[in-house]
């Protein structure tokens, strides 16, 4: 047929010109009869450069002969069109090399006993780049959905278990599998909690709830947990809910730390020590209820200050060390210190400082336990003065009672010792200058009288001993030890050694008193608690120093613990006797190898 | 001749009583009292007796000091202390001071008479209730003459074995010591002599006759 070109086709060439999709037309031999503005395009072709030459030009090789073989299979049926994807991956070859993935579609029809075919393609680059981004984003999401530690649950309309994720079948103790087609509120049943899922459905409006408890119906060994939890209702293409995205977050263990800390709080804000944090840059960032009575400063004007509000500046460089301290390590046991009140008064206090840390064991600030020991320094003030006071009157008891036995002893060798004397030796002279015959009459009583007057005499010596023995007096501390000795050994059958040297000049009676009376202490300890089987005492002086030396090779005790009662009065009596006037009072002993004492007193320069 | 005695008491009735005992005696005469050790010590030059019967505790001058200015005034003159003190001390004292008798005031009744002959012939006489408590009447005997003798006998152990060159540990087992009471009498002997450290220590106990180790 030569017909003129009727509108008809005129219009169809124009719809082939103007399409979107690449056309092209090959005769029986597939070579191109036709082509459109767009295939030129898509392969980087002109119009003139197609015509009439092999369509497998438009092809990358290795596709060439299968490509060949389909479209003469594709004659043989008889199928008029089919899209030619569905044989797999078409791909098309550009003037320039490079290969697209097209979609095609194939049709066939005889013309004048020709077999003509028109293949329409489309560049799907674009769409294969498009489905290759949505299958990432979803991998993106599984992923997510599979390691999140928020537990993530899809329910259907009839909130009928959809998709769980791990975290949320291990939040429940239950494989993932074990929740597929179970409804929710069959396994947790609640209608509260039901009625807010049903209205999120109604809705369509999220739903957010914090810190939610909840009990595990199968599992009441855990108690009540805690949850923040989140309804997202989901929608599908038509816009209509049609299930929901249940998001959860166990939140227990927060909650314990709130209520900890609320506890902490609690406890700093009663504390009836000041407490108070600081910052690694030196300023206050917590400040109790206590620490606004002790320093006057209330929490408002003292958080965010620098913590020498608090320090008197002439204590700083010391306060800053102890802080140095600190933070180098552990808790310090409690410095005395002095701290500074609003209104410029300072108080004795006590601290404690210990870094405060987080998890990872760095410091992160410090706190300060103030004690205000301003009471405690009054009442050791009043103690210590009381004692001075006490230590002081039973130093002068001793004095007096000293010079009341001096003076007694005086008495009784100076008039009653000296008058029995006397009437001792005129009782024998009565007997010397009596006639013999008055004399048979009372020899006896009067020899009665003279054995019961050396009896007396006898006993006076020893009250006179007793109360002071004068050889201290008249011949100082060495001869009086002396005597001390000998009386303690004939006494106590204990072996007793004195060695020394005479003092000179003289210690000052006081003096004198103190180390003999201790002395005599030492010894009656000696005789009642050591089992000794020899003491030794020594007096000695050099350089000004005067030392007396008490040793014993008894059982000893534990120097460190306190003796047993009775010595350990013996003990402070001795101790504070000396150190009344001044002497220092040594003892060493030790379980089985005796006990030794000290005295040691330096001599006032002349 | 008669043993002529100076009466020296404070204390009236008892020199009465001595002259009225010693005037039963045919060889033994009381030629003065006083009442004071001053006064005995100004009078003996003066009457220049053969024997001084003194007590010791009396108002200006004691016995003991009185005898000490007598016998150095008056050697030849035997003194003999009558007291009411019986402890070894005074005796020491006494005897040191120059007395060569010492006799109980509450025994005199008994015995002044054989105390006033025995020094008189050239003896000694201590009461024989005092002989008990002091057993050597010798002056000086048991008294610290040099400073090793003056340390106690731990101490001198203590010291001969420094000087041997023996160390604390070594010390301590000889002599059943812990090391620690080694330390500290070691230290408190160097104070003692009056030594600042070891070597000299170890000179003073050789120069004082201590035995270098051998």
């Given at each position: 047929m030569t017909d003129p070109v009727t509108p008809r086709e005129q219009r169809l060439a124009g719809i082939i010109a103007s399409a979107m999709d690449a056309i092209i037309a090959i005769d029986k031999h597939h070579e191109i009869t036709l082509v459109n503005p767009a295939a030129g395009q898509m392969f980087g072709y002109s119009e003139a450069q197609l015509l009439g030459k092999p369509l497998s030009m438009l092809i990358p090789e290795r596709y060439r002969e299968a490509h060949d073989t389909h479209i003469r299979e594709f004659a043989r049926t008889k199928v008029t069109n089919r899209g030619i994807g569905r044989f797999g991956q078409v791909v098309g070859r550009r003037a320039d090399g490079r290969e697209f993935p097209v979609d095609a579609s194939i049709a066939q029809m005889e013309l004048a006993g020709e077999r003509l075919f028109t293949v329409v393609l489309r560049d799907i680059t674009q769409q294969i780049e498009v489905e290759k981004a949505l299958r990432q984003n979803h991998e993106l999401l599984d992923r997510i959905f599979a390691t999140t530690h928020f537990c993530i649950v899809y329910l259907d309309r009839d909130l009928n278990f959809v998709r769980v994720n791990q975290a949320y079948a291990d939040a429940c103790g239950?494989?993932?599998?074990?929740?597929?087609?179970?409804?929710h509120f069959d396994l947790y049943p609640g209608a509260k909690v039901e009625a807010i899922f049903r209205n999120a459905l109604a809705t369509g409006q999220p739903f957010t709830i914090y810190a939610n408890p909840f009990e595990f119906p199968d599992h009441p060994e855990w108690g009540v947990t805690y949850w923040d939890w989140t309804l997202h209702p989901l929608r599908n293409a038509d816009g209509a809910v049609d299930g929901l995205l249940f998001a959860l977050l166990d939140v227990t263990e927060r909650k314990r730390a709130e209520r900890e800390h609320a506890q902490l709080a609690a406890i700093v804000e009663s504390s009836n020590d000041a407490i108070l944090i600081r910052g690694l840059d030196g300023t206050v960032l917590s400040w109790n209820t206590a620490a606004e009575r002790l320093f006057g400063w209330s929490a408002r004007e003292a958080?965010?200050?620098?913590?020498?509000?608090?320090?008197?500046p002439e204590r700083m460089g010391t306060q800053r060390r102890s802080i140095t301290g600190a933070a180098r390590d552990a808790s310090l046991s409690p410095v005395e210190t002095i701290h500074l009140r609003k209104d410029g008064a300072r108080i004795p206090t006590q601290v404690t400082f210990s870094p405060v840390r987080d998890r990872q064991g760095k410091v992160v600030a410090h706190s300060y336990t103030v004690r205000d020991m301003s009471e405690l320094k009054r009442r050791e003030e009043a103690l210590r003065g009381s004692a001075n006071r006490l230590r002081e009157l039973s130093h002068r008891l001793r004095t007096v009672e000293e010079t009341e036995r001096h003076a007694i002893s005086r008495e009784l060798h100076d008039r009653i010792g000296q008058d029995l004397s006397t009437l001792g030796l005129i009782l024998g002279s009565l007997g010397a200058t009596l006639p013999r015959e008055s004399l048979r009459a009372v020899a006896k009583p009067l020899q009665d009288m003279q054995g019961l007057l050396k009896s007396m005499v006898a006993n006076v010596r020893d009250v006179m001993a007793e109360l002071r023995p004068l050889v201290l007096d008249d011949y100082g501390l060495l001869a009086a030890l002396r005597q001390l000795a000998t009386e303690f050994a004939k006494r106590s059958g204990i072996a007793t050694e004195l060695s020394g040297v005479e003092l000179?000049?003289?210690?000052?009676p006081i003096l004198e008193t103190a180390m003999f009376r201790i002395s005599q202490e030492a010894l009656n300890n000696i005789a009642k608690h050591?089992?000794?089987k020899s003491v030794e005492i020594s007096l000695h002086e050099a350089s000004g120093r005067v030392m007396l030396d008490i040793a014993d090779d008894g059982i000893g005790f534990e120097a460190n613990e306190t003796p047993p009662d009775k010595q350990h009065w013996g003990l402070i009596t001795m101790r504070e006797r000396a150190e009344a006037v001044g002497v220092v009072f040594r003892l060493e002993s030790a379980p089985g190898a005796g006990t030794r004492i000290e005295l040691e007193l330096e001599r006032a320069a002349p | 001749m008669t043993i002529r005695v100076l009466l020296v008491d404070d204390h009236t009735l008892m020199r009465e009583g001595l002259r009225a005992l010693l005037a039963t005696t045919t060889d033994i005469e009381v030629v003065g009292e006083v009442r004071t050790g001053r006064e005995a010590e100004r009078q003996v030059v003066q009457i220049n007796p053969d024997v001084v019967l003194m007590d010791?505790?009396?108002?200006?001058?004691?016995g003991i000091e009185a005898a000490r200015l007598i016998h150095l005034k008056c050697p030849a003159v035997r003194i003999v202390m009558l007291s009411m003190h019986a402890t070894a001390e005074y005796v020491y004292r006494a005897f040191e001071a120059g007395a060569c008798g010492y006799l109980l005031k509450e025994v005199a009744v008994e015995e002044v008479i054989t105390a006033v002959r025995t020094v008189h012939g050239g003896g000694r006489y201590l009461s024989p209730a005092l002989a008990e408590s002091v057993p050597d009447p010798d002056p000086g005997a048991g008294y610290a003459r040099g400073p090793i003798d003056s340390l106690s006998t731990r101490e001198r152990q203590v010291l001969q074995l420094v000087v041997e060159g023996k160390t604390s540990s070594e010390i301590a087992r000889a002599i059943y010591l812990s090391p620690k009471s080694v330390q500290t009498y070691r230290s408190r002997l160097m104070l003692k002599l009056g030594v600042g450290d070891l070597p000299s220590l170890v000179k003073f106990a050789l120069e004082h006759g201590l035995t270098p180790p051998k």
């Open positions: 239950h494989p993932p599998e074990f929740f597929m087609g179970k409804n958080v965010g200050q620098p913590i020498e509000l608090i320090l008197p000179q000049p003289r210690l000052l050591a089992q000794a | 010791i505790a009396m108002p200006d001058l004691n």
